[in-house]
């Protein structure tokens, strides 16, 4: 069993060569989000290629020009007018992809829309949408604050207050915005059962493997100028190497995935010698557009977790 923190020590090992040569094995088997994507290891589907949108900025750009050419020569200022409003209409729509991919909901959309799949009936190599309860596999994770016990993801991130002016200008402290400073994610392979035909999956979501998920973190302390930091978050912070400064407003977020919990695991089915495994797709996949929402095609790549047990979700719980 190992934790989802940075120092990835084996509980409960002893002390001699074969406890060690498993301890080390079993880190080994990890997989740390943090170091093979961006934004804490939760890759972000882009909404539109960047030479698209500065191609469109370009034409837009270029419809401006003409527009006060036209009204400087001609003095109608019909087409710059037209100019303005079809820029507008076109940044508010980007903004809103942008935005829409940025939060994860574009993905969350589609996954919840996508039909399970059945492990009896899907194919080998299909695409399949797998929901059931998980279990551990040969490890299992405790996550890195809270020490919850068998997880099969684990996800802790820190972050630090930013305000916008200066005292006098913002005299009451409020928080502008939430910058991450430290981020700790971790998955493992695990086991899914398929609600559907009752046939169990393993997920192949170790070491080296590409994993997209869509777990929303529980505040579990968030830190104030009149309180003082507790102990527990002092010695987190500590064994982290962590400024622990009274004045700074910090907020500690964590989620994971527990034993017992229902998942949404989406990826490509492998069906070999009666044996079923779950392994991210080949390429990227595209969610498609969605015109009643205004939202362009965003592409994942890699396995999705989507968390359909929400019991343990509770957003702004922890003051400390």
């Excluded at 913002?170 to 046939?199: M, V």
Aim: charged residues 20%; hydrophobic residues 45%.
């Amino acid at each position: 069993m190992l934790p989802g923190g940075e120092d990835g020590k084996r509980r409960g090992a002893t002390a001699d060569s074969d406890a060690d040569a498993e301890a080390g094995a079993n880190a080994a088997a990890l997989n740390d989000l943090c170091a093979t994507a961006g934004d804490a290891g939760r890759p972000v589907p882009a909404p539109f290629p960047r030479a698209a949108a500065w191609a469109v900025a370009a034409l837009l750009a270029v419809g401006i020009g003409l527009g006060v050419l036209v009204l400087a020569v001609v003095r109608s200022p019909v087409l710059l007018v037209l100019a303005l409003v079809l820029s507008a209409a076109v940044s508010a729509f980007l903004l809103w992809n942008a935005a829409a991919a940025a939060s994860g909901r574009v993905l969350r959309r589609f996954v919840d829309g996508l039909p399970a799949s059945s492990l009896r009936v899907a194919a080998d190599g299909q695409l399949v949408k797998i929901t059931g309860p998980v279990s551990c596999g040969d490890i299992s994770l405790i996550s890195s604050y809270e020490k919850v016990e068998n997880c099969v993801y684990t996800s802790t991130l820190l972050r630090k207050c930013v305000r916008w002016g200066s005292e006098v200008a913002n005299p009451k402290n409020n928080c502008s915005r939430w910058k991450l400073t430290h981020a700790e994610r971790f998955a493992a392979d695990f086991y899914i059962t398929d609600a559907k035909s009752g046939k169990r999956a393993l997920v192949k979501a170790g070491y080296h493997t590409k994993v997209v998920p869509l777990i929303d973190e529980n505040v579990l302390v968030t830190t104030s100028r009149s309180t003082d930091l507790s102990s527990t978050l002092k010695c987190w912070l500590q064994e982290r190497n962590l400024s622990s400064e009274e004045a700074q407003l910090i907020r500690l977020e964590e989620g994971y995935i527990t034993e017992g919990m229902r998942l949404s695991v989406i990826g490509i089915l492998s069906k070999k010698n009666g044996e079923f495994m779950i392994f991210p797709p080949r390429e990227p996949i595209s969610t498609g557009c969605v015109l009643l929402s205004f939202l362009l095609p965003a592409y994942f790549d890699g396995i999705v977790l989507r968390l359909v047990d929400k019991s343990y979700f509770m957003p702004h719980s922890g003051i400390s």
